[in-house]
């Protein structure tokens, strides 16, 4: 038995990043997972929330949107679903995790996220992309002389595993999902620590060596995206 797209149940689809996609953007790129393409930008903002006021710190947040063609169906201009609350979220936890804060100052780092094409693991793929923007424009502000480093403290990495036909399989499509017995999300840091795992039995329930099973394929693609990501920031992330 094979997958849709004729991928090994290990295998991750193709991964394509380019760095400063968005040309008024303190930090962008266009991500492609396959046939999701995802278009993320970083904005500075001189302001933080209201509970960071005259603390020294800084924050990092990001919205989330599908653009209404980008799935199969027309769906409408909707920032504040539910849905896509929940998922900005996660792209913020997962941001903050890897940037420290205080060296930053004072200041918002806006990551938008936005879904021009959607075939599965858009949530992922947004935290991937979201990383490689704010990378851009922590570097950004570091040129500028405006902070003293760079500030990322960590690699980030993300991607979503199941079990789809009785197989354990990485990085799902549209297809896969929609039909998949598991679903997993996971968020890790080039540490191996974990930031964020979602997972949930759609069709029933799963074990602890399932569990465990999808962890450790899980752990095996993110550590590819990583190398991927390091290769991409050579230039300017050293010593993390």
């Known amino acids: 038995m094979k997958r849709i797209d004729g991928r090994g149940f290990e295998e991750l689809r193709k991964i394509k990043i380019e760095r400063n996609y968005m040309k008024n953007a ?6 492609e997972f396959g046939s999701t393409r995802v278009i993320c930008t970083a904005t500075i903002d001189r302001n933080v929330p209201l509970f960071l006021r005259n603390s020294g710190t800084g924050w990092v947040t990001s919205e989330y949107g599908m653009l209404p063609r980008s799935t199969q169906v ?3 201009r909707d920032r504040n679903s539910g849905r896509n609350i929940e998922i900005q979220r996660l792209i913020g936890r997962s941001l903050r995790s890897v940037v420290d804060l205080r060296n930053i100052g ?4 806006y990551i938008d996220c936005d879904v021009v094409q959607a075939d599965g693991g858009t ?3 947004s935290i991937v992309g979201g990383f490689c923007a704010l990378c851009d ?3 950004k502000l570091f040129k500028a002389g405006t902070i003293s480093k760079t500030c990322v403290t960590d690699f980030l990495g ?5 079990i789809w036909k009785g ?3 990485l990085d799902l499509n549209f297809s896969e999902d929609s039909d998949a017995e598991v679903d997993m999300n996971m968020v890790m840091k080039s540490s191996g620590e974990f930031i ?3 997972g949930t039995g759609e069709h029933g329930s799963f074990s602890k060596d399932d569990l465990n099973a999808l962890l450790d394929l899980g752990k095996s693609g993110i550590e590819q995206i990583i190398d991927m990501e390091r290769n991409l920031f050579k230039d300017i992330l050293t010593g993390i």
């Open 123 to 125: 949530r992922v793929s």
């Open 167 to 169: 197989k354990y399989i």
């Open 137 to 139: 424009c922590l570097h």
């Open 106 to 109: 004072e200041r918002t780092i």
């Open 74 to 76: 027309r769906i409408p």
């Open 26 to 31: 303190d930090g962008s790129c266009l991500i």
């Open 196 to 198: 964020e795992l979602q």
């Open 158 to 162: 993300a991607i979503s595993v199941g």
